[in-house]
C-alpha cells in the first residue's frame, strides 16, 4: 500500500508523517502522534466517541475522517482544551457537576460540548440536546452533562472576572 507524506497541526503543534489511503485521523491522533485521549468506539460515527473539533471549532468524527484529506490543515484534541495547567471552562464545569462517570466517552463528550458552546455561547435547551445528539454515553444519561454545558457560560464570566481583579 502506497504511503504519503502529510503534515497535520495538532493542538497548535505541527506534524509531519506518512499515512497510508486508508488512514483515519483518528488512526494518526491515537498511532502517530500517540494522543490517547480519543478514543476508538464504533467506528461507524454512531458513539461520537472520537470527536476532536476543528481550526473552526466544529465536531468532526475522527473515525469516518480519511487523515489526507486534512494534509496542511489544524485540528484539536481532547489534549488541547486544558491551556498552562488551567482547564477549559468546560472541563470545569465537567468536574464541577460530575459529568464524568467511567470516563470512556468523556473525551469525545467535551470536545461535542466544546464545539457546541463554540457555535452557541449560552445555548439553548434545544441547541444543547441538538448539538449533543451524536454523542452516547451509557453511564450519565447525559443529565450532567447537560447540567455542565448550561454552567459554562457562568464559569467563563468568573474566570474573566478573577482575571480583571487580579490586574
Known amino acids: 500500500m502506497a504511503k504519503h507524506i502529510m503534515t497535520l497541526t495538532v493542538n497548535d503543534d505541527q506534524y509531519e508523517f506518512a499515512v497510508s489511503d486508508t488512514d483515519t485521523l483518528l488512526d494518526i491522533i491515537r498511532n ?10 464504533c467506528t461507524t ?26 494534509d496542511g490543515e489544524s485540528i484539536y484534541t481532547i489534549e488541547g482544551l486544558e491551556v498552562d495547567g488551567e482547564l477549559d471552562s468546560i ?15 468523556t ?13 452557541y455561547p449560552e445555548p439553548t435547551e434545544e441547541q444543547i440536546n441538538e448539538g449533543m445528539a451524536g454523542v452516547l454515553c451509557r453511564c450519565t444519561g447525559h443529565i450532567k452533562v447537560k447540567e455542565a454545558i448550561r ?3 457562568r ?6 472576572r478573577a482575571v480583571a481583579a487580579d490586574e
Open 91 to 105: 472541563q470545569a464545569a465537567f468536574v464541577e457537576f460530575g459529568a464524568v462517570q467511567c470516563g470512556f466517552c
Open 107 to 119: 473525551p469525545g463528550v467535551l470536545m461535542s460540548a466544546k464545539a457546541l458552546l463554540n457555535k
Open 155 to 160: 464559569i467563563r464570566q468568573e474566570k474573566l
Open 32 to 41: 502517530q502522534i500517540a494522543l490517547t485521549g480519543t478514543k476508538r468506539g
Open 151 to 153: 454552567n459554562d457560560f
Open 45 to 70: 460515527g454512531s458513539c461520537g466517541v472520537c470527536c476532536i473539533n476543528n481550526d473552526k471549532g466544529e465536531s468532526i468524527l475522527s473515525c469516518l475522517t480519511h487523515a489526507l484529506e486534512w
